[in-house]
């Protein structure tokens, strides 16, 4: 397989054992605002080190479609239908090893909110999603439901692309392979990911609604996002692990 084979991106080997699915990642928008360490530490457990780029943490929203999730050796048959995910990140190291730390994900489909949920541990919350086209701008809006948590936005996506150059704030922000994540934090679990470089354009992007860091009491309603935005990638997932500490 073609994503198997490229890892010269990578900053870490590929696990050694098999992955065990693959999804399909589409019209992924990135929003990252810089901020203080100090304000994201009540909200990872401690044996988590805050990554930081240029003394900086970054708390980011990404949104995109699922196309499809795969399990290895049924690659031609989707276990779900396509659905949509709006997540809430910032980035760790645990030992040395950078990776995202998911803070909350969105998502429009039972499946992936009650097996995904207990599986991965990821702290999935359900909310209504609609991302849909109008000529070059994408729209993005959810809510999640029974909580006055939204997000709403536009993004109308430039025509370059580019890979993200190592050591660049482009790659920080995107190319990261491995995700951590607690639900009492205490038992920490950690799941390993692959994907070709992320093929990224520059967009303009209008926020209209956003809520989604009211659970932090962290406001970026004054300040612009650092914006990437990427037709998508097709990742592998390796089984997630409980971390020995």
Request: glycine content about 4%; aromatic content about 16%; overall charge neutral.
């Amino acid at each position: 397989m073609d994503i198997y084979k490229e890892v010269e991106h990578r900053l870490l080997p590929l696990p050694p054992n098999n992955w065990i699915m693959r999804q399909a990642w589409r019209n992924t928008l990135f929003l990252h605002w810089p901020v203080q360490p100090e304000l994201l530490r009540p909200y990872i457990p401690s044996v988590l080190e805050i990554d930081t780029y240029d003394g900086s943490a970054w708390l980011g929203i990404v949104a995109f479609e699922m196309e499809g999730i795969y399990f290895r050796g049924l690659s031609f048959f989707s276990v779900v239908a396509p659905f949509s995910e709006v997540n809430v990140r910032t980035y760790v190291k645990h030992e040395g090893k950078p990776g995202v730390f998911f803070i909350s994900l969105d998502v429009n489909d039972w499946a992936s909110l009650l097996i995904a949920k207990r599986w991965y541990r990821l702290p999935y919350h359900s909310a209504d999603i609609a991302i849909r086209r109008k000529g070059n701008a994408i729209f993005y809006d959810s809510v999640r439901r029974n909580l006055p948590v939204r997000f709403d936005g536009i993004c109308t996506p430039k025509e370059n692309e580019f890979f993200p150059s190592k050591d660049t704030l482009d790659h920080f922000l995107t190319e990261k392979y491995c995700f951590y994540t607690t639900q009492n934090k205490k038992d920490i679990f950690h799941g390993d990911i692959h994907h070709q470089p992320w093929l990224l354009k520059r967009a303009d992007v209008q926020i209209q609604r956003n809520t989604l860091f009211s659970p932090l009491n962290l406001d970026f309603s004054e300040e612009d996002p650092v914006v990437h935005f990427s037709k998508g990638v097709d990742s592998l997932m390796w089984n997630v692990k409980k971390l020995k500490y």
